[in-house]
C-alpha cells in the first residue's frame, strides 16, 4: 500500500504509531509479569523489528530518537545527584574494579574460543561500559533512585563510562601502534577536566544566567522560556563531551548535576518539562535496542559463542563492583545491590562494537554476538531487581503526589 510515493509502513507516522504502541504494550506487559517497563519495551522491539515480524527496522528516525531519548533520560538523572557523588573515591576504586576484571575476563575467554590478540582486545574492552541508562531508569521506576546503593551505581557507572572510552582509546592506540605515556596521561585527565570545567560552567555561569531571567517580566510572560534554555544546556553539553572525546551521555547527565538547584519562581520546571520528553523518548530508546538485533542471522555457533560471551560479562561485572563494593565498606546487601546495577550493557557496548567493525577489526558475527549479549546483559538486572533484591517492595509501587515527590507510607 502507498501513501502518496511512500510505502505506508515506511511514513513517519507509522513508524511512530507503532513505536508508542509497542512502548505501551510493554507496561502491560511488565505490569502482568510483574517486571520493569524496560525489559517488556525490548522484548517487543524484538518482535516488530527484522527478527520476528519486520514491521520497522533500525531506521534513522529510529536512531536519532533513540539518541535523542538518552539524552534527556540522562539529563533527567542528573537532576537527583550532587557533585559529590562523582567525586567519591569509593566509586572511583568499583569503577575501576569493574573494568579490569571484565576486561581481562573477556580478553582470556576470547584468546582461548581461537580468536586473534587484536579481536580479544576489543572483546574485552565491550565488556567493560555499564549502561548507565538502563539501571538508573529502573531505580527510578522502582522508586529506589535516592537510596545510598543507587548513588554508588549512577557514580561508579559515570566513572565506568569514561574508563571504557579510556579503555577503547588505549585499545585504538596499541592496534595502530602510536601508543605513547604522554597520550595515555592526556587520554586520562581530558574527561576528569571536562567533568570539573563543564560542572563549574553550570553551577557558576549557567544556573545562575537561568535564575537571573527567571526573574525578569520577560519570564513571566514566557515562562517556558528557560525550560528551552535548560533543554538546550543538555544538548550543549552532550555535543561538547562528544566533541573532547567524552561520551555524550556523560555531558548531558553533568548538565543535569548543574542545574539540579536552580530555583525558579515565575518560569516552568526545567525537570518536570524534561520529564514529560524523558517518558516517551526513553520508551524509544529501549524499543531500538531489541530492533537492533536480527536474529534470522544469528547462527549455532554465534549463539554458544553469545551465550559463554554473556555468562562471563554477568559474572565478571557482578564480582568485580559487587567485591570492590563490599571492600571499600559498603554493606553485603548494598554491594549486591552494585553488583547487579552494574550488570547491563548498553549503548557504550554498542559503540564498541559498530567502531570495531568500522575500522574492520571485528567480523559482522562478532558485532552480532556482542550486541545479543548487550541485549541479555540489559534484561537479567530488572529481573535480578525485582525478584531477589527488592522483592519485598518490588510490589508496592512507590506513591507520587501529582508534584512528583514520593509519599511514604506510616505505619
Not at 163 to 188: K, N, P, Q
Not at 266 to 275: A, D, M, T, V, Y
Not at 341 to 358: D, K, N, Q, Y
Not at 368 to 376: D, E, K, Y
Request: charged share 10%.
Amino acid at each position: 500500500m502507498l501513501y502518496g510515493d511512500i510505502s505506508l509502513f515506511a511514513t513517519v507516522e507509522f513508524q511512530m504509531t507503532l513505536l508508542l504502541l509497542v512502548a505501551i504494550g510493554g507496561y502491560l506487559i511488565a505490569s502482568w509479569v510483574h517486571q520493569s517497563a524496560v525489559v517488556g519495551e525490548i522484548v517487543l522491539g524484538l518482535v516488530v523489528g527484522p527478527s520476528v515480524l519486520g514491521l520497522i527496522t533500525y531506521t534513522d528516525l529510529v536512531e536519532i530518537f533513540a539518541q535523542i531519548g538518552v539524552i534527556i533520560m540522562l539529563f533527567v538523572i542528573g537532576f537527583d545527584f550532587h557533585f559529590k557523588d562523582l567525586l567519591n573515591s569509593r566509586y572511583v576504586a568499583i569503577a575501576l574494579s569493574g573494568v579490569v576484571i571484565p576486561w581481562v575476563s573477556g580478553f582470556i575467554f576470547a584468546v582461548t574460543w581461537g580468536m586473534n590478540p587484536i579481536n580479544a582486545m576489543f572483546v574485552g574492552t565491550a565488556l567493560t561500559a555499564t549502561s548507565v541508562a538502563i539501571t538508573a531508569n529502573v531505580l527510578k521506576e522502582m522508586g529506589k533512585l535516592h537510596t545510598g546503593a543507587a548513588n554508588a551505581i549512577i557514580g561508579t557507572a559515570v566513572i565506568d563510562d569514561i574508563l571504557s572510552l579510556i579503555a577503547l582509546s588505549i585499545t585504538t592506540e596499541i592496534i595502530s601502534d602510536s601508543f605513547t605515556i604522554g597520550w595515555l596521561i592526556w587520554t586520562i585527565l581530558k574527561p576528569v577536566l571536562f567533568i570539573v570545567i563543564a560542572g563549574l560552567i553550570g553551577i557558576y555561569i549557567v544556573d545562575r544566567m537561568l535564575i537571573v531571567i527567571d526573574r525578569t517580566a520577560f519570564a513571566v510572560r514566557f515562562p517556558e522560556f528557560v525550560f528551552l534554555c535548560g533543554l538546550m544546556t543538555a544538548f550543549v553539553y552532550a555535543l561538547a563531551a562528544e566533541i573532547v572525546g567524552v561520551s555524550g551521555l556523560v555531558g548531558a547527565f553533568i548538565a543535569g548535576v548543574s542545574l539540579s538547584r536552580v530555583g525558579l519562581v515565575h518560569s516552568k520546571s526545567i525537570k518536570k518539562g524534561s520529564e514529560y520528553l524523558y517518558v516517551p523518548m526513553a520508551a524509544i530508546f529501549f524499543i531500538s535496542l531489541g530492533i537492533l538485533v536480527d536474529l534470522h542471522r544469528v547462527t549455532e555457533e554465534i549463539l554458544i559463542f553469545t551465550l559463554f560471551l554473556t555468562i562471563i560479562a554477568i559474572i565478571s561485572k557482578f564480582v568485580g563492583c559487587g567485591i570492590s563494593a563490599r571492600l571499600v565498606g559498603m554493606t553485603s546487601r548494598d554491594s549486591l545491590i552494585v553488583g547487579a546495577g552494574m550488570i547491563p550493557r548498553g549503548e557504550m557496548t554498542m559503540i564498541v562494537a559498530l567502531f570495531a567493525v568500522s575500522i574492520g577489526i571485528a567480523e559482522q558475527e562478532l558485532y552480532i554476538a556482542v550486541l545479543l549479549m548487550s541485549l541479555l546483559s540489559t534484561c537479567i538486572t530488572p529481573v535480578l531487581f525485582h525478584e531477589w533484591l527488592y522483592r519485598k517492595t518490588t510490589h508496592e509501587p512507590a506513591l507520587q503526589d501529582r508534584e512528583g515527590h514520593f509519599l511514604h507510607h506510616h505505619p
